[in-house]
């Protein structure tokens, strides 16, 4: 698979970089947008540099969010310009549209080492829309604007869009250092793991696991099951959640995991207890009960502490380790602790000399939150979805259209 340096010279080239933006915002009491994790902006720099070093003229696209295809200006990549050129050590051009008026002049009055940052790929419809058919007058847009293609935002190479597929084949492309990089890990994972290899899947729904789980029955030793899906799981073993969240259809599903896993070997881990509270607010009564006896009118919100040091303790030994989803609310003081304690344990592995790798989205949100360095990880991934379908085993079309 081609990397920059297939490329050639790229001095006075100006190459579109398809990177990764799209940071969580908060509004201030004035209305301005601040950038609250630059995780994915800082993951974005190394490959820019690059580029900048061999005299390239960047520019960069990515999108923000999930608006319609048309403009929103709670989605505009505005407040990611000053963050980027901070990190740059280089001011960056915002263009105020993404193949416009404002791109084309600023991508016209570039110079050596210069940048421009393009809006929101997504204001334009013909990024997400469904057929080649749809995409390709804005993918033709995009490749004219640029003599080479550099494909860094691996946190949408799971889709099939404009800038993430169509352009790469209209321009001379190759993967950028961070993609390189995330499809290293992932390899580890999945080729010949260095065992114990035990996943830790959390999150809100259980739906957007299962396929996960499927593949990974015949890979992992340990499966450790937390956040809102571990309800289904214990739906699925015949007890109640009360108020907590459940994803009936999958029931049976979840059943069928289990009875797979005692069969093949592999350790699925649930908690034994729980975190509940009475409403889903930091500030609402809270219990922790035994994992078979969750009241009918409280919800679950988190792995209890007996939980906690049961799966810190099956995660002590792992020599690879991969973490996706939290274990609770983690957002709210009450229910951080299960999170917090997995991640705890992912460093200490980490220093004993396993492989760990955080899978982007919410886990990498948490481990920042909480407190923790990202250096303390092996890796965190800049995309959780990308990487939950590259263990799922299904293609990656922003990946396979660079193989050729």
């Not at 002049?105 to 050596?112: Q, T």
């Not at 949408?156 to 869009?161: E, G, P």
């Not at 509270?277 to 988190?302: C, Q």
Request: proline content about 4%; some cysteine; charged content about 25%.
């Amino acid at each position: 698979m081609s990397d920059i340096a297939s490329l050639g010279d790229l001095r006075g080239k100006r190459v579109l970089v398809r990177s990764d933006l799209n940071v969580p915002l908060a509004e201030q009491a004035d209305g301005t947008r601040v950038i609250t994790d630059d995780g994915r902006i800082r993951a974005s720099v190394p490959t820019i540099k690059a580029l900048l070093e061999g005299g390239a003229r960047v520019i960069v696209c990515a999108h923000l969010g999930r608006p319609k295809g048309a403009p929103e200006e709670r989605y505009s990549l505005k407040p990611v310009v000053g963050r980027l050129g901070e990190l740059l050590g280089t001011p960056v051009t915002f263009a105020t549209d993404t193949v416009g008026e404002s791109a084309q002049g600023a991508v016209a009055a570039m110079g050596d080492g210069d940048v421009v940052l393009l809006e929101n790929l997504r204001f334009n419809p013909g990024e997400t829309a469904k057929t080649d058919e749809e995409r390709a007058a804005f993918a033709d847009a995009l490749a004219g604007l640029a003599d080479a293609y550099v494909s860094d935002g691996f946190g949408v190479v799971h889709r099939k869009q404009a800038s993430v597929y169509d352009v790469a084949t209209r321009l001379p492309s190759a993967m950028g250092g961070l993609v390189a990089a995330e499809v290293e890990v992932l390899r580890r994972l999945t080729v010949d793991p260095e065992r114990p290899y035990a996943v830790v899947l959390g999150g809100a729904k259980v739906a957007d696991k299962l396929a996960v789980i499927d593949n990974l029955l015949g890979k992992a030793d340990r499966l450790l099951i937390g956040g809102g899906m571990l309800f289904t799981f214990l739906a699925a073993q015949g007890h109640e959640v009360g108020k907590s969240l459940l994803d009936v259809d999958s029931i049976e599903v979840c059943k069928d995991y289990l009875a797979r896993a005692a069969e093949t070997g592999v350790e699925i881990v649930l908690p034994v207890d729980i975190v509940c509270g009475k409403e889903f607010s930091a500030d609402t009564e809270t219990a922790v009960v035994r994992a078979d006896a969750i009241p009918a009118d409280m919800m679950g919100l988190d792995i209890g502490p007996e939980s906690a040091a049961i799966y810190a303790g099956k995660l002590a030994d792992a020599r690879t380790v991969f973490w996706n989803g939290p274990m609770g609310a983690f957002e709210m003081a009450p229910f951080a602790a299960g999170t917090k304690a997995v991640a705890q344990a992912l460093v200490d592995a980490t220093a004993a000399g396993a492989l760990t790798v955080v899978g982007g989205g919410d886990s990498a949100a948490a481990v920042r939150l909480l407190g923790f360095a990202d250096d303390q990880f092996g890796h965190i991934s800049t995309g959780g979805g990308a990487s939950l379908e590259y263990l799922e085993g299904k293609d990656l079309p922003g990946i396979s259209i660079l193989a050729g």
